[in-house]
């Protein structure tokens, strides 16, 4: 997996924290940059640790179904992608966002944690390819938290809006990755 595609997977798994952060900046009348950090790092250090987690789960495996792997990141990468862009879409608003979000940080974990259960998956799909773990665990990590960070930063400015159609986007992105893997694979076996 390149550079590019690791940043392109990290940009799609860091959508939905963004959505997250744009929101607990919309909380705020202006831009807080200590909130905006403090965000950025909980968020780009969780999502990291599931992405690396997932891969950890799958290498276990991974050499069991090395025939079907490719399907397993089509089907992965699409579940995770399909659910991100039926939230963003969604027109079920829940609780009011900024009671949701606040600034406990415990509130902050949980909620990180939350929007990384797609970057364990993503980890597993990871084990099923030829990836450096550690690029792609870096990487993870510095998008996420940029875009976490920036979210808060800008939230303020364009509100909850702008956060769910990342949503859409990221889970557009994660699709395409995971049809890009199985090309390939179905490419090299000389089925297409």
Known sequence: MSLVSNFFMAVGLSADAFAVSVARGACGVR???????RTGLVFGSVEASMVLLGWLLGSSFAGLITDIDHWIALLLLGAVGGHMIHAGISDSEGNDVCAETTQSGMKMLLTALGTS?????????????????????????????????????????????????????????????GLSIFYAHMHAAGAL
């Open 31 to 37: 831009a807080d940059l200590r909130l905006a950090v």
């Open 117 to 177: 259960v797609d970057g364990a998956a993503i980890g597993v799909t990871l084990a099923f390819i030829d990836v450096s773990i550690w690029h792609a665990v870096a990487i993870v990590g510095a998008v996420s938290f940029c875009i976490s960070t920036l979210g808060v930063l800008i939230g303020p400015q364009v509100g909850a809006l702008l956060g769910r159609r990342a949503e859409v986007v990221g889970g557009l992105v994660l699709i395409t990755i």
